[in-house]
């Protein structure tokens, strides 16, 4: 058997032994090998091979398992998955399932290798970094505050929730609006993250000054100067109404530039505004109408007046004939008598004002005689019937050439009103009997 001596330590070499592929008849023992030895024109990053000896093994094991079996052992788990030992087993062909599991477990998860790879003890620790002292977001988590000794009559006028210490209407009420939509997507570049973040950081700022003005408003009182003020002044204005009340909510972000006496006589400058703009609204209406001077517009008001007591007569006479329905006939005979000839009166008294209210209205005057009457009884208006009729009469033509018929008619369009229109009309010629 030939005999193997280490070119650099002169060694007998028994074993495994590493040839240099580029210096000729030059052999190095392991040892020498994982030095880095170098000797004459031989350098440590040679090309190289092993030689001599048994299979070699990566780990100490029992059960000798070379670098090809393990290199085949983890293209499979790689492939597989970790837990296919199945499909292992067939792959490195030289191992039964059951060997591959016990090896990978012992050497790549359990062994120094999975020491190092899996951390058994994890540290979570969570660190804020939105704010520039690292503080949470909040900055009320951080400085606590008593809350506020309110009486419940108090607290349900200001709004006050004591278990939450917090308003249902704060400073800067819509803050939350700015980050309430935000969201970590997987495919979010750099830039996107950057402008997430400065959206984050202006909602810390809005919050923060949410909560300065809070603590200043405790500090100074003004909780309680807001509750006995509001007491008084709720008790000296009159109730107003809902719009107002809507409105002057809208206009409280102004109350920080104005005194409490400004603010008012702002308020009620812009209410004057609103009333002005809806007169002037209602007199170009009137000038649209026909109506060019005052008195004009004062005998429409009183003949407006007139209609509309004309129309609550009316309504108490039916209401009193339903009453009298259920008092006998003899004494309801002689009361139905003058309740007939003043309903006749008022009849012909409210046909002729409603005519005159339809004549004023846009498409009269495309309307022939009948199709007037046809609209003043059924109480359309010209341009509603215009529409209806040309509805109608499409719907006609396309069923007689045959065409599928799919008609939307005007919302809230009563069917009686449909049909009389469409008998009307049949009676008249403009469509055929269907």
Not at 182 to 210: A, P
Not at 310 to 327: G, I
């Amino acid at each position: 058997m030939a005999k193997y001596r280490c070119g650099y330590c002169q060694s007998d070499i028994s074993g495994i032994r590493v040839k240099c592929a580029e210096c000729k008849d030059f052999d190095l023992c392991l040892q020498c090998f994982t030095c880095g030895a170098e000797l004459g024109p031989h350098r440590k990053d040679h090309s190289y091979g092993l030689a001599g000896g048994s299979e070699l093994g990566a780990f100490d094991s029992p059960k000798l398992w070379t670098l090809s079996e393990e290199t085949m052992l983890l293209d499979a788990v790689e492939q597989y998955g970790f837990g296919n030992w199945e499909d292992a087993g067939g792959h490195v062909e030289t191992a039964v399932p059951s060997e591959c599991e016990q090896h990978y477990i012992n050497y790549y998860i359990q062994g120094n290798i999975g020491k190092v790879t899996f951390q058994t003890e994890t540290e979570n620790k969570v660190i804020d970094h939105t704010c520039p002292d690292g503080g949470p977001l909040s900055p009320s988590l951080t400085v606590p505050v008593t809350p506020v000794d309110l009486s419940l009559q108090e607290q349900q006028e200001l709004g006050y929730m004591p278990f939450r210490d917090d308003f249902e209407r704060e400073f800067d009420n819509e803050a939350e609006a700015t980050i309430s939509t935000l969201s970590n997507n997987y495919d979010d570049e750099e830039l996107d993250i950057t402008i997430k973040l400065m959206q984050v950081d202006k909602y810390r700022l809005r919050i923060k000054e949410r909560e300065r003005r809070k603590r200043i408003a405790r500090e100074y009182g003004l909780i309680y100067a807001a509750t006995s003020t509001g007491a008084k002044q709720k008790a000296q204005q009159p109730k107003k109404k809902k719009d107002e009340r809507e409105f002057q909510e809208k206009m409280r972000i102004f109350t920080q530039f104005h005194l409490s006496a400004e603010h008012e006589a702002y308020f009620e400058n812009l209410q004057k505004e609103k009333e002005l703009k809806a007169r002037i609204k209602e007199l170009m209406k009137l000038r649209k109408n026909g109506f060019t001077t005052l008195s004009d517009v004062e005998t429409f008001e009183e003949e407006k007046y007139k209609r509309e007591k004309k129309k609550e007569n009316r309504k108490k006479t039916s209401n009193l004939a339903k009453r009298n329905s259920m008092v006998p006939k003899k004494v309801v005979v002689e009361e139905k008598l003058d309740i007939l000839i003043d309903d006749e009166d008022l009849k012909d008294e409210e046909e002729e004002e409603e005519t005159k209210e339809m004549a004023q209205l846009p498409g009269y005057d495309m309307l022939s005689e009948r199709e007037r009457k046809l609209c003043n009884s059924i109480g359309m208006t010209p341009a509603n019937y215009v529409t209806i009729k040309a509805c109608i009469i499409k719907d006609y033509l396309q069923r007689r050439q045959g065409l599928p018929v799919k008609i939307r008619y005007p919302s809230g369009l009563d069917k009686t009103h449909r049909r009389q229109i469409m008998s009307f009309l049949t009676d008249n010629g403009w469509i055929g009997v269907t």
